[in-house]
Protein backbone atom coordinates (compact mmCIF):
# COMPACT_ATOMS: atom_id res chain seq x y z
CA UNK A 1 0.00 0.00 0.00
CA UNK A 2 1.14 3.55 -1.03
CA UNK A 3 1.45 6.26 0.98
CA UNK A 4 -1.32 8.89 0.24
CA UNK A 5 -0.42 12.00 -2.00
CA UNK A 6 -0.51 15.36 -0.04
CA UNK A 7 0.82 18.97 -0.35
CA UNK A 8 3.70 18.00 1.26
CA UNK A 9 4.52 14.93 -1.14
CA UNK A 10 4.18 11.18 -0.12
CA UNK A 11 2.97 9.72 3.25
CA UNK A 12 4.64 6.77 4.73
CA UNK A 13 3.84 3.67 3.36
CA UNK A 14 0.23 2.15 5.45
CA UNK A 15 -0.78 -0.93 6.27
CA UNK A 16 -3.86 -2.70 4.59
CA UNK A 17 -6.34 -1.92 7.46
CA UNK A 18 -6.06 1.89 6.33
CA UNK A 19 -7.30 1.21 3.08
CA UNK A 20 -10.05 -1.48 4.63
CA UNK A 21 -11.12 1.21 7.20
CA UNK A 22 -11.82 3.82 4.40
CA UNK A 23 -13.26 1.50 1.18
CA UNK A 24 -15.45 -0.35 3.49
CA UNK A 25 -16.84 2.00 5.10
CA UNK A 26 -20.35 2.28 3.85
CA UNK A 27 -20.93 -1.79 4.00
CA UNK A 28 -23.79 -1.57 5.85
CA UNK A 29 -23.30 -3.76 9.29
CA UNK A 30 -19.56 -3.91 9.29
CA UNK A 31 -17.10 -4.36 11.99
CA UNK A 32 -14.65 -1.63 11.28
CA UNK A 33 -16.02 0.35 14.01
CA UNK A 34 -15.90 -2.80 16.62
CA UNK A 35 -12.15 -3.64 15.15
CA UNK A 36 -11.08 0.26 15.54
CA UNK A 37 -12.65 0.32 19.48
CA UNK A 38 -10.68 -2.74 20.47
CA UNK A 39 -8.67 -2.10 23.44
CA UNK A 40 -6.20 -4.82 23.08
CA UNK A 41 -5.07 -3.92 19.14
CA UNK A 42 -3.89 -0.82 18.89
CA UNK A 43 -0.88 -0.99 15.91
CA UNK A 44 -2.56 -0.90 12.09
CA UNK A 45 -1.16 -4.26 11.48
CA UNK A 46 -2.69 -5.67 14.34
CA UNK A 47 -6.39 -4.10 13.42
CA UNK A 48 -6.22 -5.44 9.99
CA UNK A 49 -5.20 -9.08 11.35
CA UNK A 50 -8.24 -8.55 13.94
CA UNK A 51 -10.99 -7.59 10.56
CA UNK A 52 -9.45 -10.63 8.54
CA UNK A 53 -10.19 -12.82 11.44
CA UNK A 54 -13.30 -11.50 12.65
CA UNK A 55 -14.80 -11.62 8.77
CA UNK A 56 -13.80 -14.86 8.48
CA UNK A 57 -16.06 -15.86 11.35
CA UNK A 58 -18.64 -14.24 10.16
CA UNK A 59 -18.19 -15.51 6.77
CA UNK A 60 -17.82 -11.94 4.85
CA UNK A 61 -14.42 -11.49 3.77
CA UNK A 62 -15.67 -12.06 -0.17
CA UNK A 63 -18.02 -9.10 0.48
CA UNK A 64 -15.85 -6.93 2.18
CA UNK A 65 -13.18 -7.38 -0.86
CA UNK A 66 -15.80 -6.99 -3.34
CA UNK A 67 -17.11 -3.47 -1.70
CA UNK A 68 -13.80 -2.26 -1.38
CA UNK A 69 -12.85 -3.23 -4.72
CA UNK A 70 -15.57 -1.32 -6.15
CA UNK A 71 -14.45 2.19 -4.65
CA UNK A 72 -12.03 2.42 -7.37
CA UNK A 73 -11.08 6.17 -6.66
CA UNK A 74 -10.29 4.39 -2.89
CA UNK A 75 -8.37 1.94 -4.49
CA UNK A 76 -6.41 3.79 -6.95
CA UNK A 77 -5.58 6.87 -4.40
CA UNK A 78 -4.17 3.58 -1.90
CA UNK A 79 -2.06 1.45 -4.23
CA UNK A 80 0.26 1.54 -7.32
CA UNK A 81 0.07 0.65 -10.79
CA UNK A 82 0.45 -2.65 -11.35
CA UNK A 83 -1.11 -3.53 -8.36
CA UNK A 84 -3.24 -7.15 -7.92
CA UNK A 85 -6.47 -5.19 -6.77
CA UNK A 86 -6.27 -2.89 -9.73
CA UNK A 87 -6.10 -5.24 -12.15
CA UNK A 88 -8.52 -7.90 -13.88
CA UNK A 89 -7.55 -10.97 -10.91
CA UNK A 90 -9.23 -8.63 -8.29
CA UNK A 91 -12.54 -9.94 -9.30
CA UNK A 92 -11.01 -13.54 -9.60
CA UNK A 93 -9.90 -13.07 -6.05
CA UNK A 94 -12.75 -12.37 -4.62
CA UNK A 95 -14.85 -15.28 -6.16
CA UNK A 96 -12.27 -17.39 -4.74
CA UNK A 97 -13.04 -16.22 -1.28
CA UNK A 98 -16.76 -17.02 -1.49
CA UNK A 99 -15.60 -20.68 -0.87
CA UNK A 100 -14.04 -19.36 2.51
CA UNK A 101 -18.02 -19.01 4.16
CA UNK A 102 -18.13 -22.71 3.42
CA UNK A 103 -15.61 -23.32 6.23
CA UNK A 104 -16.61 -22.39 9.97
CA UNK A 105 -13.47 -20.44 11.57
CA UNK A 106 -13.19 -19.73 15.10
CA UNK A 107 -10.14 -17.49 15.97
CA UNK A 108 -8.50 -15.63 19.52
CA UNK A 109 -8.47 -12.19 19.40
CA UNK A 110 -6.74 -11.37 22.68
CA UNK A 111 -3.13 -11.60 23.50
CA UNK A 112 -0.19 -10.26 21.40
CA UNK A 113 -0.56 -12.66 18.46
CA UNK A 114 -2.08 -9.38 16.67
CA UNK A 115 0.80 -7.25 16.90
CA UNK A 116 3.00 -9.59 14.64
CA UNK A 117 6.18 -8.87 16.80
CA UNK A 118 6.98 -12.27 17.53
CA UNK A 119 8.34 -14.52 14.68
CA UNK A 120 5.76 -17.37 13.38
CA UNK A 121 7.35 -20.55 14.35
CA UNK A 122 6.12 -23.87 13.54
CA UNK A 123 6.18 -26.28 15.90
CA UNK A 124 7.82 -30.01 15.44
CA UNK A 125 7.44 -31.21 18.67
CA UNK A 126 4.17 -33.63 18.19
CA UNK A 127 5.73 -35.04 15.10
CA UNK A 128 9.01 -35.66 17.20
CA UNK A 129 7.43 -37.91 19.75
CA UNK A 130 7.84 -41.48 18.80
CA UNK A 131 6.77 -44.51 20.78
CA UNK A 132 7.91 -47.99 20.06
CA UNK A 133 5.34 -50.63 20.44
CA UNK A 134 5.02 -53.71 21.73
CA UNK A 135 5.18 -55.72 18.21
CA UNK A 136 8.14 -53.71 17.46
CA UNK A 137 10.04 -54.57 20.43
CA UNK A 138 9.29 -58.09 19.91
CA UNK A 139 10.29 -58.03 16.02
CA UNK A 140 13.48 -56.41 16.93
CA UNK A 141 13.87 -59.30 20.05
CA UNK A 142 13.06 -61.96 16.86
CA UNK A 143 15.11 -60.55 14.45
CA UNK A 144 18.24 -60.52 17.02
CA UNK A 145 17.47 -63.86 17.93
CA UNK A 146 17.27 -65.05 14.11
CA UNK A 147 20.57 -63.21 13.68
CA UNK A 148 22.18 -64.88 16.36
CA UNK A 149 21.22 -67.99 15.44
CA UNK A 150 21.69 -68.04 11.81
CA UNK A 151 25.24 -66.64 13.15
CA UNK A 152 26.13 -69.75 15.21
CA UNK A 153 24.78 -72.08 12.11
CA UNK A 154 27.11 -70.38 9.44
CA UNK A 155 29.96 -71.68 11.79
CA UNK A 156 29.09 -75.04 10.77
CA UNK A 157 29.65 -75.25 6.44
CA UNK A 158 27.19 -78.04 6.36
CA UNK A 159 24.30 -75.68 6.80
CA UNK A 160 25.09 -72.63 5.03
CA UNK A 161 22.71 -73.11 1.71
CA UNK A 162 19.83 -74.28 2.99
CA UNK A 163 18.38 -71.37 5.71
CA UNK A 164 18.57 -69.02 3.05
CA UNK A 165 16.82 -70.73 0.74
CA UNK A 166 13.95 -71.57 3.34
CA UNK A 167 14.25 -67.85 4.73
CA UNK A 168 14.00 -66.09 1.96
CA UNK A 169 10.50 -64.50 2.51
CA UNK A 170 11.28 -63.74 5.88
CA UNK A 171 14.73 -62.03 5.06
CA UNK A 172 12.92 -59.86 2.80
CA UNK A 173 9.82 -58.72 5.09
CA UNK A 174 13.27 -57.69 7.71
CA UNK A 175 14.60 -55.72 4.90
CA UNK A 176 11.35 -54.26 5.57
CA UNK A 177 11.04 -53.53 8.48
CA UNK A 178 14.59 -51.99 8.45
CA UNK A 179 13.87 -49.81 5.67
CA UNK A 180 10.73 -48.46 7.26
CA UNK A 181 12.83 -47.44 10.43
CA UNK A 182 15.29 -46.08 8.64
CA UNK A 183 12.85 -43.89 6.74
CA UNK A 184 11.25 -43.28 9.89
CA UNK A 185 15.25 -41.95 11.37
CA UNK A 186 15.48 -40.39 8.52
CA UNK A 187 12.44 -38.04 8.65
CA UNK A 188 13.02 -37.43 12.67
CA UNK A 189 16.39 -36.21 11.48
CA UNK A 190 14.85 -34.04 9.24
CA UNK A 191 12.58 -32.73 11.83
CA UNK A 192 15.32 -31.89 14.47
CA UNK A 193 17.12 -30.30 11.89
CA UNK A 194 14.52 -27.89 11.47
CA UNK A 195 13.74 -27.87 14.83
CA UNK A 196 17.76 -26.69 15.14
CA UNK A 197 17.80 -24.23 12.22
CA UNK A 198 14.69 -22.60 13.55
CA UNK A 199 16.41 -22.04 16.94
CA UNK A 200 19.75 -20.44 15.47
CA UNK A 201 17.43 -17.83 13.79
CA UNK A 202 16.07 -16.98 16.88
CA UNK A 203 19.18 -17.03 18.84
CA UNK A 204 20.52 -15.22 15.83
CA UNK A 205 17.93 -12.79 16.49
CA UNK A 206 17.49 -12.50 20.13
CA UNK A 207 21.47 -11.79 19.70
CA UNK A 208 21.58 -8.91 17.35
CA UNK A 209 18.31 -7.83 19.41
CA UNK A 210 20.51 -7.57 22.46
CA UNK A 211 23.30 -6.01 20.76
CA UNK A 212 21.31 -3.45 19.44
CA UNK A 213 19.53 -2.83 22.91
CA UNK A 214 23.14 -2.56 24.71
CA UNK A 215 24.20 -0.29 22.03
CA UNK A 216 21.17 1.82 23.04
CA UNK A 217 21.92 2.04 26.60
CA UNK A 218 25.26 2.97 25.71
CA UNK A 219 24.20 5.89 24.24
CA UNK A 220 21.43 6.67 26.49
CA UNK A 221 23.99 6.33 29.85
CA UNK A 222 26.45 8.66 27.43
CA UNK A 223 23.60 11.55 26.43
CA UNK A 224 22.49 11.38 30.24
CA UNK A 225 26.28 12.11 30.86
CA UNK A 226 26.25 14.92 29.26
CA UNK A 227 23.23 16.39 30.16
CA UNK A 228 24.84 15.76 33.69
CA UNK A 229 27.54 17.76 32.94
CA UNK A 230 25.52 20.79 31.10
CA UNK A 231 23.26 20.86 34.10
CA UNK A 232 26.43 20.92 36.54
CA UNK A 233 27.27 24.03 34.38
CA UNK A 234 24.81 25.57 34.21
CA UNK A 235 24.19 25.62 37.71
CA UNK A 236 27.56 26.71 38.52
CA UNK A 237 26.99 29.97 36.47
CA UNK A 238 23.84 30.49 37.49
CA UNK A 239 25.21 30.83 41.60
CA UNK A 240 28.26 32.90 40.03
CA UNK A 241 25.31 35.06 38.98
CA UNK A 242 23.18 35.04 41.98
CA UNK A 243 26.50 36.11 43.96
CA UNK A 244 26.93 38.91 41.52
CA UNK A 245 23.44 39.65 41.99
CA UNK A 246 23.65 40.02 45.54
CA UNK A 247 26.32 41.70 45.93
CA UNK A 248 25.42 44.77 43.49
CA UNK A 249 22.16 44.64 45.78
CA UNK A 250 23.85 45.45 48.63
CA UNK A 251 26.36 47.53 47.49
CA UNK A 252 23.29 49.95 46.14
CA UNK A 253 21.59 49.59 49.25
CA UNK A 254 24.38 51.41 51.29
CA UNK A 255 24.96 54.14 48.18
CA UNK A 256 21.08 54.67 48.79
CA UNK A 257 21.84 55.02 52.37
CA UNK A 258 24.68 57.16 52.94
CA UNK A 259 22.71 59.24 49.70
CA UNK A 260 19.77 59.32 51.98
CA UNK A 261 21.51 60.23 55.24
CA UNK A 262 23.47 63.45 53.12
CA UNK A 263 20.06 64.60 51.84
CA UNK A 264 18.29 64.39 54.68
CA UNK A 265 20.03 65.11 58.38
CA UNK A 266 18.95 63.89 62.05
CA UNK A 267 16.58 66.14 63.72
CA UNK A 268 18.65 67.23 66.85
CA UNK A 269 21.09 68.96 64.51
CA UNK A 270 19.72 72.67 63.70
CA UNK A 271 19.91 74.03 60.08
CA UNK A 272 22.15 76.71 59.49
CA UNK A 273 19.80 77.73 56.07
CA UNK A 274 16.70 77.13 57.96
CA UNK A 275 17.35 79.41 60.75
CA UNK A 276 19.02 82.40 58.60
CA UNK A 277 16.02 82.12 56.52
CA UNK A 278 13.45 82.32 60.03
CA UNK A 279 15.62 85.59 60.91
CA UNK A 280 15.37 87.31 57.81
CA UNK A 281 11.18 86.46 57.38
CA UNK A 282 11.51 87.90 61.29
CA UNK A 283 12.85 91.18 60.26
CA UNK A 284 10.97 91.60 57.60
CA UNK A 285 7.79 91.45 59.37
CA UNK A 286 8.49 93.86 62.35
CA UNK A 287 9.74 96.49 59.45
CA UNK A 288 6.58 96.36 58.00
CA UNK A 289 4.91 96.26 61.55
CA UNK A 290 6.63 99.84 62.34
CA UNK A 291 5.59 100.98 59.18
Not at 60 to 89: M, N, P, W
Not at 100 to 110: G, M, V
Not at 186 to 205: A, I, N, P, T
Request: proline residues 3%.
Amino acid sequence: VTGQLTWFGYESPRSFWDYIRVACSKVPHSCICSIENMENVSSSRAKGRAWIRVALMEKRLSEYITAALRDYKTTRRFYDDGAIVLGEEANMLAGMLLGLNAIDFSFCLKGEGLDGSFPAVIDYTPYLKFTQSSESISSDEEELRTLGSSGSESSTPENIGPPFIMDENSWYNKCKRVEQKYRLALEQKGYLEELVRLREVQLSDSVSQNKLLLQRIKDLEVNHKLEKEQLEYIIVELQDQLTILKNNDLRSRQELTTHLTNQWPSPGAPDVKAVALDTLLYQKHNEHWHE
